[in-house]
């Protein structure tokens, strides 16, 4: 028996890496824009889903893929709004990966403009994940604290957009929207940032702008 | 806790290079793990040494080097260790900084007996 050493380098989520850049090349070739929503449970992803859903319907076509640990309930929640949507349920697993939504591909019409990915309520395991996404947003609402960014910070260094949720409880709660802001710019010096209210419809057309300007700059590198 | 999958990715690796070699062991394998990898060290050992029984490395040892974030900065060409994750360059105050290491999570090497 001889003993050898062999030098590897691979990346340990390299086959999940390779399905996502797939995934991304297929959707950005149809025009779609993918955007993958992290953040922990109950921060408000379907919530906001339902406001970006009645705002964008009459103009542009969205579906969804909702991912939980159990129960179709978001996705019918996003379907009673007229919405496409897949739910994929993980039976246990904390994240999304790029095989799930590899598995779905085949049923997404080629005309959609947008396609959100609302992953399992998580802060920490999605955030190593790429699922093909286009932009990554991670959602951070006002009964979480300011204190999050720092504390998750793969999450927020990963992301392209932070959408603060719920400001309408911030004349309840001690949380300071300055300091949450400041952190996590240090962390991501080119977070976008936008401030939210689902309930008061506060920030969602701002928030909307950004995304339908991104969707026109893909398509014009397209063009 | 998203260390199991990890390592079941890492055991298809495993796999495939061992029989890549046609070895008939796997005694050691070494990883490289970012600050910013968003894995904890000893999850992914805990992970492995259950996962490697009955395998084709169950014999096998765990070797992690944690690799620390590191920075340069595009203005002033400082390379920084950041254990605070604040991108921001403490020489001249940018926020032009590229990652150097510090987000991998990197098979680098195993041993094998053939």
Request: proline content about 4%; aromatic content about 6%; glycine content about 6%.
């Amino acid at each position: 028996m001889e003993k050898k050493e062999i030098l590897v380098l691979e990346e340990l989520l390299g086959s999940n890496k390779k399905i996502a850049a797939e995934i991304r090349k297929k959707l950005e070739e149809k025009g779609i824009l993918t955007i993958n929503l992290l953040s922990s449970p109950g921060s408000g992803k379907t919530t906001l889903l339902e406001r970006i859903a009645e705002k964008l319907k009459p103009d542009y076509r969205m579906a969804v893929i909702e991912g939980d640990i159990e129960t179709e309930r978001d996705a019918e929640r996003i379907r009673a709004k007229g919405i496409p949507a897949w739910q994929i349920i993980t039976g246990g697993a904390c994240h999304l990966e790029a095989k799930m939504v590899g598995k779905i591909f085949p049923e997404i019409p080629a005309d959609l403009d947008f396609l959100f990915i609302e992953n399992v309520g998580n802060l920490v395991c999605p955030a190593s994940y790429d699922l093909g996404e286009r932009i990554r947003c991670t959602l951070l609402s006002i009964p979480e604290g300011d204190d999050k960014p720092k504390k998750y910070p793969k999450a927020f260094t990963t992301s392209d957009c932070l959408i603060i949720t719920k400001t309408d409880l911030l004349p309840a709660l001690p949380f300071n929207l300055e300091h949450a802001q400041k952190e996590a710019l240090e962390l991501n010096p080119k977070l976008s940032i936008f401030t939210t209210s689902a309930l008061k419809d506060a920030g969602i057309d701002e928030l909307i702008e950004y995304f339908i300007a991104t969707l026109l700059k893909l398509r014009q590198k397209n063009a | 806790m998203h260390e199991l999958s990890i390592v079941a990715s890492l055991f298809e690796i495993l796999e495939e290079k061992a029989k890549e070699k046609k070895a008939e062991k796997i005694t050691s394998v070494k990883l490289k793990v970012g600050a910013l990898s968003g894995v904890v060290p000893e999850f992914l050992e805990t992970a492995f040494n259950i996962y490697k029984k009955d395998t084709i490395a169950d014999e096998a040892e765990l070797k992690i080097e944690e690799v620390p974030l590191k920075v340069k900065c595009e203005k002033c060409g400082a390379e920084i260790i950041k254990n605070d994750y604040v991108f921001i360059c403490e020489k001249c105050d940018s926020r032009e900084l590229k990652t150097l290491a510090g987000t991998e999570l990197l098979l680098e090497k195993i041993e094998l007996e053939v």
